[in-house]
Structures are given as C-alpha cells and as structure tokens.
C-alpha cells in the first residue's frame, strides 16, 4: 500500500478556431512520483533558492514558456535526474466532432481528463495504493468551479476500484510537482505541434503514454 502523487496540468486552448492561432492541441499532462516524492519536492524548492541566489527571482515559481532559457535548462535537469513518470493525452481540436463542439469548452477539458485519468491512475497504482491527483487551477473564478467540478466528477467516477484517491486544487506556482507537469507538457507540446525536440532530452526517459485519440493534428 504505497502512495502516488499525480501532477496534473494542460496545455492549450479551449475554444476551436485553431485557423486564427489557436492550439491545434489541448492536453493534458501528469508527472507521478512515488518514493522519491518528498525528496524531489524539496529539491524543486531548494533549487529555486539556488536561482535567487544568482539574481534570478520567481515569486511564482518556474514556468517554461516564460523562463529564461538558462533557467529553462537548468529545471530540465532536475527533472531528468528526479525521473518521474510522464503521461500525455493530447486532443486535435480540428477533429472533433460537431456534438462535442455543441458542448462548450468544459466538455472538452472533462473528456480530455476523462481519456487521460481512467487510464493513467490504474497503470501507476496498485490496489490498496492512495493516490493523490495534484491539479492546476486556472481561468477566472466561473471556469474555475466549472473545471474543479469536471475533475471531481471523473476521478470519483473512474478511479480504479480499491484505491484512496485523494484531489487537490493548486495554483501551480505553489507546487514543484506542478511546475515538473508544466514544463513536461510544453516540451512534449513542441515536438507535436512545431517538430521541436529540444527539450525531449528529458521527458522521454520516463515517459510511459503519449496518447493522441483523436489523431494528429
């Protein structure tokens, strides 16, 4: 009976009109950790002490589209040697289907989740396992409860039988393990959607799914 701590994070937009600059992916992204969890949290934190100290300030934590790249490089390589397990399920919003369109954006991040979560949370855990799912808030307050909401209802509904699913809402500047999924997604997110591979470097290691369901874009 051990415990898993699933990071969960998503990439991409929402809405549809990939034709005027939108994502032509939304995805979702996990990073697991298991024993080594409480020991990569704090190095997470003491790294970002370590960028601090050089004059580096991230009041809100590290996030790879905004970091700088030496910065960027250098979480890379934490993540590489903490060697949690990675997960992906991306969506191509061009081939969706009309009736799932109809369904507005929550739909759409629900399924993705749904996809994702029923069969990610059974491969990494065992019966008797508590697994937490770490996710990260986003949107204004409305999308916020609409998203919380979507969550609860699919890991209530679709965990695997016999473990303890425990779900928590963060910002994700409070949490390394998700600033490890965000940074994950967005190097996955590159090669998919511009063949850019810089970063897979240390994502690929340990990534145990890349699921596309619908197809490439």
């Known amino acids: 009976m051990a415990e898993v701590f699933m990071y969960a994070d998503e990439t991409g937009n929402l809405d549809y009109d990939v034709a005027n600059g939108g994502s032509k ?3 979702i992204g996990t990073a697991t950790y298991t024993t080594n969890h409480d ?3 704090a190095q997470g934190c003491r790294l970002r002490l370590i960028h601090a100290q050089k004059g580096v300030e991230l009041p809100k934590g590290y996030h790879a589209k905004n970091d700088r790249p030496q910065t960027r490089a250098d979480v890379y390589k934490v993540i590489k040697s903490q060697a949690p397990r990675f997960d992906f399920t ?6 969706a289907f009309e009736s799932v369109r109809a369904k507005g954006e929550a739909y759409l991040y629900e399924l993705a989740w749904y996809l994702h979560f029923k069969e990610v949370a059974k491969r990494c855990t065992t019966e008797g396992d ?3 799912v770490i996710v990260a808030t986003l949107g204004t307050a409305a999308r916020k409860k609409a998203f919380r909401q979507a969550i609860d209802r699919v890991c209530d509904d679709h965990a695997p039988p016999l473990r303890n699913v425990v779900v928590c809402h963060w910002e ?3 949490s390394w393990g998700l600033q490890v999924a965000d940074y994950g997604l967005w190097a996955v997110q590159r090669q998919l959607e511009r063949d850019d591979r810089t970063y897979l470097w240390a994502v690929v290691p340990t990534l145990k799914s890349k699921f596309l369901p619908w197809g490439r874009a």
Do not use: I, N, S, V
């Open 25 to 27: 992916y939304f995805g």
């Open 130 to 132: 508590t697994l937490y």
């Open 172 to 174: 994700a500047a409070t």
């Open 39 to 41: 020991e990569a949290m």
């Open 90 to 95: 991306f969506l191509a919003k061009a081939k």
